[in-house]
């Protein structure tokens, strides 16, 4: 048993203790018993949505949780050693030259983390099952640990270093959550200064306006702090100021932070994030709408439908089989195991796609019945599919999460398969396509949106993440491919779909926090719902690269295409068809034009005239016309995750590669690429598809134009890069068009990526005798031999579409 020592900083209840005596070592009496309130309400709420209902602790998945929690628990408390400036040896937090350098964020990291393995503790004291129930000394242990950190650290005469959130969103949310849970055996003299030190460092004014760091997630964790300071000291004005303070978060962005009408979710101004900070966003709200609900301080703002309707228009498209789409997850992709994780768990897309399908699971709590009902069949089918990393085991979730997905999944909803269809996010320069047996998720960038972010040494090398990166998965195969250690070992100058140069970059190249951005503002496509033109401008950060991208999504395919690339880096430039993660020992077969490749690491070829290539297990690649500069290699790439994380662990990983691209040479003068991705195609059914020389027409592939004819799907995509004419199509200003013809209709969806609002006149020389629908914005400006619309596109890039009857 670990025993207090003496505060560097006197308290209250310090003095108080010395006057004492010998008494002050054991823990201050409990809270005299009073008359029930609303409060005392609340907190039996809070503690079982952090602890969980209908927890068996000898029944899985509850019982390993269990025990693991309390063998880390165990460590814990065996490596306590209360010191001047520490708690554990291994977390110094008193900065000897406070101020906000990496050095101090190192230093409030630590305090963070000391009271997060407080919170550990104190869980394992308060569940059944861990060893440590209700063990009396803990409890001391832990008081002692509290006193100690108030004492010399967190109350309320210290002015914070380092991170912010440490002390405005870290370090409260864990000390509230401790309080709650040993309310108890906390005595009145405790509750006032821990109080006051979250008063001190989250007054009111933290939620003042909406703006800088009180946005989005992070004004949704403020909004949690504040809560539960109501709570647990029992203010109503604190509650009040925690429930309004929700609204300003509510109501759809067209920039910055937030949610948009598209479904798109921004953090940080320019970084898409709804695998990360809007996962913490979505399970804020979902906590404090489950602890409110039915109180005097009940959310019933009307824009919480929002929220709720976000779930299956932000949250749900970037979910498949269990895991969010590292797309939208920012720097949160290079976590991998952290040093101070003390179980070793590595992090991934699928353990933050459990988290956010947990959040689903309590967000239903407060939904609709209709709502309840659909998400609970969403979630059924996720824990169903999730092969690769199953949910109910997951190292992500806790008891409470656990229980609630436990007890969907034991329910009456039928489980819902994955989705059909295309969504474009134009407000953060994203696209995501489903088909029957496979998903895939495109990034890009503009000038509204970064290349990739990195901060606090996290995502250092992601530097062309955001330059045309296509990843994809199948139904029931590949789903780890980007879960297996692939940021730390993959080559970052040939991320899959990207343009590059190869031109060296700097660790952290462009700036932190999203600053690196191009300036661009051609990025964005049309959609019918469920094919889709997409095309990207794209200039190279820190680079002279130009190029222009298009992707055709299709039934069993995209179509890529390139053109206009042209830098003058003094190093060569490469369009990547893919760059696939092998595993540790994979020795996929792959085979070019028929004939079988080398298996070997470290061999490589050049594949010029190839008309299509298979890798077993994976997927087709089809070059229409036979490819040019095409090469091939397998390699083993070793690296750890320490190196683009530097909280990361050093341990090496090895990994195997098999990558395709293109290599225009150095600096390269408008050079141009076309591929067809097949993911999950069988070698028969690529080598028929690059045999069926009608399948694919590629219409244009300039500096100017872009585009595509698939007549089996009466399809037509084209991305005018400049007005013109492509085929039967031309626009008079900047557009991304889709037509698809069907039966005696067509379908006619065209946007205006520029977002400048300026009017597109469209013509189509195709005998159109009626136009049957239209959107407001669309306007028919005649029809009979050919038609002419004339578009008015707004500044949103939002598809607009036409319904019309052909001759």
């Known amino acids: 048993m670990h025993s207090s020592v003496p505060a560097s900083l006197p308290s209250r209840r310090g003095l108080l203790r010395a006057a004492l005596g010998a008494a002050a070592v054991a823990p201050l009496a409990a809270t005299p018993a009073h008359a029930a309130d609303a409060y005392d309400t609340l907190r039996p709420k809070w503690r079982d949505l952090l602890l969980g209902v209908n927890v068996v602790p000898t029944a899985e998945p509850f019982a390993s949780k269990l025990a693991a929690l309390g063998a880390t628990a165990r460590d814990l408390r065996a490596a306590m050693a209360p010191a001047s400036g520490s708690l554990w040896p291994d977390l110094p937090y008193a900065d000897p030259e406070p101020d906000t350098d990496a050095e101090s964020y190192t230093y409030s990291g630590n305090l963070n983390t000391s009271y997060n393995r407080l919170r550990t503790l104190t869980e394992a004291y308060a569940q059944p099952g861990t060893g440590l129930t209700g063990d009396t000394a803990l409890r001391t242990e832990i008081l002692a640990g509290l006193d100690h950190l108030h004492d010399q650290a967190y109350n309320a005469s210290q002015a914070r270093y380092g991170n912010w959130y440490s002390w405005q969103i870290g370090v409260p949310q864990a000390l509230l959550d401790i309080d709650v849970l040993l309310y108890e055996h906390l005595g009145t003299a405790r509750i006032a200064e821990h109080c006051a030190a979250v008063d001190h460092f989250v007054p009111d004014s933290a939620v003042a306006n909406y703006t800088g760091t009180s946005t989005g997630a992070n004004r949704v964790d403020l909004c949690r702090v504040l809560a539960l300071r109501g709570v647990v000291g029992k203010s109503p004005a604190k509650l009040a100021l925690a429930r309004d303070a929700l609204s300003p978060v509510f109501p759809y962005v067209t920039s910055g932070d937030g949610l948009y009408a598209d479904g798109s979710f921004v953090q940080h101004t320019y970084v898409p994030y709804a695998g990360s900070y809007g996962a913490v966003m ?7 709408f489950a602890l409110l609900k039915g109180s005097t301080w009940e959310v019933t703002d009307s824009g919480r439908q929002v929220v709720l309707d976000s779930v299956e228009k932000a949250y749900a498209p970037f979910l498949f089989n269990g895991l969010a789409m590292d797309a939208v997850s920012g720097r949160a992709i290079s976590r991998g195991v952290q040093k101070s994780d003390t179980r070793g768990v590595r992090q991934d897309d699928h353990l933050r796609g459990h988290s956010i399908i947990a959040c689903v699971a309590l967000l239903a709590q407060s939904a609709s019945a209709a709502e309840k009902a659909r998400w609970e069949g969403m979630v059924k089918g996720w824990i169903a599919r999730d092969y690769y990393s199953p949910l109910l085991a997951s190292p992500a979730l806790g008891v409470s999460a656990l229980a609630r997905l436990k007890a969907v999944d034991g329910g009456t909803a039928a489980a819902s398969p994955e989705a059909n269809g295309h969504r474009l996010f134009p407000g953060m320069d994203r696209s995501v396509h489903r088909r029957a047996g496979w998903a895939a998720a495109l990034s890009m960038a503009s000038n509204r949106i970064t290349y990739y972010e990195n901060g606090n040494g996290e995502n250092l090398r992601a530097w062309h993440s955001g ?44 700036g932190v926090w999203g600053a690196a951005r191009p300036d661009v503002r051609w990025v964005g496509g049309t959609t019918d719902g469920t094919y889709a033109a997409v095309g990207q401008y794209l200039k190279g950060l820190s680079s002279t690269l130009l190029a222009k991208k298009s992707w055709f999504f299709l039934d069993d395919a995209v179509v890529c295409l390139g053109s206009g690339i042209h830098g003058r880096d003094g190093t060569g430039v490469e369009s990547v068809v893919e760059n696939r993660n092998l595993g540790e020992t994979g020795v996929h077969a792959f085979t070019v034009d028929g004939a079988a490749q080398s298996a070997a690491l470290g061999w490589s070829a050049t594949l010029t005239g190839a008309r299509w290539a298979h890798l077993a297990g994976h997927a087709g690649y089809v070059f229409p016309g036979g490819a040019t500069s095409l090469k091939a290699t397998r390699v083993a790439r070793t690296g750890a995750w320490s190196d683009v994380n530097k909280g990361a662990v050093t341990d090496p990983f090895t990994r195997r590669y098999l990558t395709l691209w293109f290599d225009h040479g150095t600096d390269p003068t408008w050079a141009t690429y076309a591929y067809v991705l097949m993911p999950g195609a069988t070698q028969a059914e690529t080598s028929a598809r690059a045999a069926d020389t009608n399948w694919l027409g590629v219409l244009a592939n300039t500096n100017e134009h ?4 698939v007549p089996a799907l009466g399809l037509t995509g084209i991305n005018f890069w400049l007005p013109g004419t492509v085929g039967d199509v031309t626009a008079g200003a900047p557009a991304s068009v889709l037509i698809r013809e069907s039966g005696a209709t067509a379908t006619i969806c065209v946007s205006g990526p520029l977002r400048d609002g300026a009017t597109i006149d469209l013509t189509w020389s195709r005998p159109v005798p009626a136009v049957r629908s239209k959107d407001a914005t669309v306007q028919v400006v005649s029809t009979g031999a050919e038609l002419r619309l004339r578009i008015t596109p707004g500044t949103l890039a939002a598809t607009h579409k036409a319904v019309v009857d052909l001759a």
Do not use: C, I
Not at 282 to 288: A, E, T, V
Not at 706 to 709: A, H, I, L, N, S
């Open 282 to 288: 979505l399970g804020g709200l979902s906590m404090l």
């Open 467 to 510: 330059s045309g990166m296509l990843y994809w998965w199948g139904d029931d195969f590949a789903n780890g491919q980007y879960s297996d250690h692939f940021w730390p070992t993959v080559d970052p100058y040939r991320l899959p779909g990207t343009t590059a140069s190869r031109k060296p970059l700097a660790d952290g190249e462009g």
């Open 706 to 709: 872009q585009g595509v004819r």
